[in-house]
């Protein structure tokens, strides 16, 4: 049975740090892409980052970059997401979803952790 843990949200300061992580159980971790997502409230689900699996190649949102790093330990089967200069737009519940290298969609997520920057 996959699960997918997503932890590290919270309340932080504008220009304040976070750092979320996911822990991926269940299949063959360097097998899958992972990547983050979010959802504000009252707005659609957005793509934040993803790394391949062989995890050579990682891409950020326009809105993230030079902000976020993602990062993965696979060793742990953990997947991070590195949050530094936050704004009260990134707001949001943050997903954690793994993919299959072959796959087209994600199709293993998790319950979320909310992040959110107070002004």
């Known amino acids: 049975q996959v699960q997918v843990a997503e932890s590290g949200g919270g309340l932080v300061q504008t220009g304040g740090s976070l750092r979320l992580s996911c822990t991926v159980s269940?299949?063959?971790?360097?097998?899958?892409?992972l990547g983050w997502f979010r959802q504000a409230p009252g707005k659609g689900r957005e793509g934040v980052s993803c790394?391949?699996?062989?995890?050579?190649?990682?891409y950020l949102a326009d809105i993230v970059k030079g902000r976020f790093t993602i990062s993965k330990d696979t060793a742990k089967n953990t997947l991070y997401l590195q949050m530094s200069s936050l704004k009260p737009e990134d707001t949001a519940m943050y997903y954690c979803?793994?993919?299959?290298?072959?796959?087209?969609?994600?199709?293993?997520w998790g319950q979320g952790t909310q992040v959110t920057v107070s002004s």
């Open positions: 979803a793994a993919r299959h290298r072959w796959a087209a969609t994600f199709n293993y």
């Open positions: 269940g299949l063959s971790f360097g097998d899958y892409a």
């Open positions: 790394i391949s699996a062989s995890g050579q190649v990682t």
